[in-house]
C-alpha cells in the first residue's frame, strides 16, 4: 500500500511497506502532500517509479503530514457500542461538529492538557479519518473513491466534563490545542479496498481500552463523504474523523495509541499545561 507522509524539516515524501522516496522523485512538478491529493489512488504513481532508493520509516522523523490541512470534520456516536456507553441512543443522521486547525498536531504531539479549572476529566479517542483528495459536491457514496486521497489515523481529544455540563459546549469541549492528534503518514489503499474489517483500537500505556471493527459504524466512511458532500463543498485537504469506538480518561505521563489496522498509527505523549506562545 502507498502512503504519503512529509519529513520533520518539511520534505513531501512517497513511500510503501519498505521505506520512501522523495515525492517529487516519483511525481515530477508535484512538491507538496496537498498537491498529491488531488492526484487519487489511480494516478499516484508507485514509488518504484522514483530515480531514488528507498529510506527505510525507521531511519527519518515524519511531521504531520498535512501542516495545512482544510475542514476538520468529527462524527459523534457512529458506534452503537460507544453510544450504549454513554447511555446515548446513536442520532439517525451523523452527528457531525467541525474542529479548528489550531487543534491539529502531528505525530508524538504531545496533547497538552487545558488548566484543571477548565477541565479535569480529559479523554483519548481512536478514530480512522478520511482525507479528501478533489473538490466536490453531491457525490455518490459508491462513487465516493474517486474523491477519497486516502485515510489517516488521529486521536481525537474531548473535554468530557465541558460537553456534559451542556451539549451545546460541544465545539468547546472538542477545540483545545492539541486535542486532533494526526498519524505519520496518508495510507493510499487501492480504489474498491474493502474496510469494513478493519479494527480501530483506542490504546492508553499499552493497554487496548476500546477496539471495534469499521463494519459497526452506523455510517460508513464513503457514506460520510457523500452526506457531507450535499451540505458543504468538500475540498482536497479536508478530513472527516468517522468516530471512536469508545474513549479512555487520561492524565500527564500518559501514552495514547490509535491504531487502524493496516493503515498505521497515532501516538502522543500526553502531558499538563498549554504550551506557551510568545
Known sequence: MRSLARTTDGEALLGDETGYVPLSAAAPGVETIREALTLGSQSLPEPST??????????????????DPGKLLGIGLNYADHAADLDERPPEEPASFFKPTSAATGPGGPIRLPPAERTDHVTAEAELAVVVGRTCRDVDAAAADAVIAGYLPVIDVTAEDVLRRNPRFLTRA???????VFGSHIAVPETGTDLAGLEVRTVVNGEVRARNTVDNMHVSPRELVAFHSRVMTLEPGDIISTGTPG???????????AEVDRFGSARA???????EIV
Open 269 to 275: 505523549d500526553v502531558v499538563a499545561g498549554p504550551e
Open 50 to 67: 522514483a530515480f531514488a532508493s528507498r529510506v527505510p520509516a525507521e531511519d527519518l522523523s515524519f511531521a504531520s503530514p498535512l501542516p
Open 174 to 180: 472538542k477545540s483545545f490545542d492539541t486535542f486532533l
Open 247 to 257: 474513549a479512555h480518561v487520561i492524565r500527564p505521563g500518559d501514552e495514547v495509541r
